[in-house]
């Protein structure tokens, strides 16, 4: 039963939108209100700490930590959904599950991976970058050479094109997380800023843009307009400290923080300075999005602002009415987040979520907000805006201005498939359980 | 044959101290001049890119990735150093390669670990943490009702109190960074505030300590005082986004950021508010210090700010004169780190490093400086300073106030053996190789 205590705090708090949020500003009070209303609340059958007995595991001695540290084998289902696992001939896609995760990065071990040919086995002693093209001196870089130059650290996220392409089926799917949002994740990438290369090499002034290759099988490579590069883009070596991951491109590739994922071209191996784009397949057929009248973007660099929530997500359930922290990820290429509302009632009512600082610019922003749940049907969505003015539509806007997928004459893909980041809805049921849906 | 553009541009370049150190400055001019000074001076025989050729592992399709990724096999030295790996009954120590790492902060397989009896192989759906003692209301905490409560995420060090013991040495070991100071590393912690738990709970105004035990088999446990507590003490859950690891205390520690390792107990399953510490065996005997007159720290919280240069250092040796970068890392217990200093001469001249942004408190800073190595002998060492007015002493103060390691009488221990924060050096000599040495 509640103590009165309790109960007066849990009423001094302020609802800040309809179905149970609360203001963000409820992070930053010393908790006491909020604590208060958890043991008043969710947490009513709370036993009392009595007798303190050893666990098995504290009997005996336990195991010692090896060389390299891997989660518990308790977390063995904290993984990757994998396609094409064998490595038969086509693509593979590795999904992040953001739902079993927390904070501002994706670990290594979790970040989304997409390739064509799998990943090349490189000998980084034996690997070069070599540099071409419309340039003044030509040169080659060994990893040896790259790790003497000035290097710098910065977050970004890396999504795929794709990412969310099941948002554009007419009809919600029955999915997690993981498998409508997970061609995104966000690390922290060291490296050397492509700039102070080319100011070795010298840039011919008729150089507009770069062809990036890799030394996997098929020699994918993606061309990039000049000022981009001159902007920001890296050669990344190190991946949230360690150096880069296999399937992200070991032993370099090159980074472009906010463009599309396939345009940052893993296993990096040549960069050559041109007048015109290569329209490689990737940028005339893979990534180019038809329009519902018949017309297609010719490039589509930029991975718009998005968010969605990962906690409560499908199969994240609620296991009684209460407390919950709602919690997700929202990121954009132009710039920082600025916002992000959260809705639990279906978009009818918006609260303004906190959001972890430091908010680095293109790079997964973490935001919280605290909900109670009273037990009946809630439809939780959040969007977000960034620092540049821009922010998700909602999904009738986007639907209206991309259409829904459906199958286009004489191609083998249903489009729209790429570029959705309108919000992201998930019902919770009277059982607590939570589904995706539209809304 | 450096051209004369080149040339000019180098000479262009102001030198910040003596022996070849830039001002960090030429990190933010768009790197003109130090770019060109690397082509006309250590890259000078840079090989012009002519015919391209595939590798081996160009000709053929590649690996799929599995479901949670690990680092490439050509990584497999970038290891722990660890003690005792057969987990005989004593404890054991897991040591951080800083000089095969960059970035801002750890990788989960590559952070530090001390246990006692090693890492328990905790059941995350049966552990429970309870707080008990000087409260209105004992609580105990499963896992899943923790998942719903509001988390922050932040960067913290976690350092051993006897990290860098090496440096009391009487004579300058044979020792790489790792050997020396690989018992610090940083990470992301998510997880509850303590005293969003506390206010839960209620605290009676006469605790003013709380006592922290972890499950594994010796059940260790320190005392803390209740203003950490109240100031930034967390019940950690994730580390770098996944679970934690199991050697740092899956599924829950404490986080005392910038407060000594064993403090920030691993494996949590009580915390116990009292009056007075209970002078448990590692506040009592292993983590006092005995001071040169023979009084003793009878606590000794705070991990002093320090910093130490982990590219160049032993290993990692200089292939050719010419231009490279000097990295590091700096943190503090007491806040932000505000500057470090950098010399190429034993401490005669200094140059101030670039900070990575953003700059955390109580975490690790990387630092970042050009240096032009010019064949001849080099001692490179740092210095840093934190917001507080906090810095490193010198050696030679930090000796004459503490002693170098010699046996006390009665005792098994070399004092004093914790919390050496002076500078560390490293030698250079004209072959390239890189040697710990005092200066």
Redesign the interface.
Known sequence: MPDKRATSRWEDLQPAAENGLFDRR??FT???A???A??GY??SE?????T?T??P???????????????????NH?????T????E?RG?Q?KTPHHL???????????S?I?R???????????QL???GLVR????FTL??L???????RFAFVECGGNSAPLWSPEAMDATVQQLHGLVSCA?W?GI?L???L??TGIDPAAKWIIAEG???L?PHRSVPMGKVLDDAMIA??Q????I???NG??MRLLLPGWEGNMQVKWL??IELVTQPSMSIYEARTYTQILPGGDAYKFHFLQEVKSFIT?PSPTVNL?EP????I?GVAYSATGRISKVLVSADGGQTWAEAAL?D?V?PKAFT?F?L?WRWDGGPAVLQSRAWDESGNFQPTREQIIAHRGVASRVPGSTNAFPNQHYNGPTSWSVDEAGEVKHVYA
Not at 78 to 82: A, G, K, N
Not at 84 to 87: A, D, K, Q, S, Y
Not at 101 to 111: E, K, S, V
Not at 137 to 140: D, H, I, K, M, V
């Open positions: 409820a992070f010393g908790g006491a909020l604590a208060a958890m043991t969710s947490f709370a036993a009392r700490a009595q303190l050893d666990d595991w504290s009997a005996a001695p336990g195991t010692p930590t090896g060389p390299y540290e891997s989660p518990s084998r308790f977390e904290v993984v990757r959904q994998i094409n696992p064998n490595g001939p593979q590795s995760i927390d904070g501002t990065f994706t670990p290594n071990g979790l970040h991976v390739s040919t799998g990943a090349p086995d490189i000998d980084p002693d034996r690997h070599v540099i071409h001196q030509p040169l080659r040896d050479r790790m003497r130059y000035p290097m710098e650290s922290e060291t800023p700039t102070t290369l100011e070795e030394s996997d099988a020699a070596l190190f949230n400290g360690e150096r991951m296999p399937g070991y032993p191996r040549r906690r296991s209460g407390f919950y922290e919690s972890q430091p680095h973490r919280r605290p």
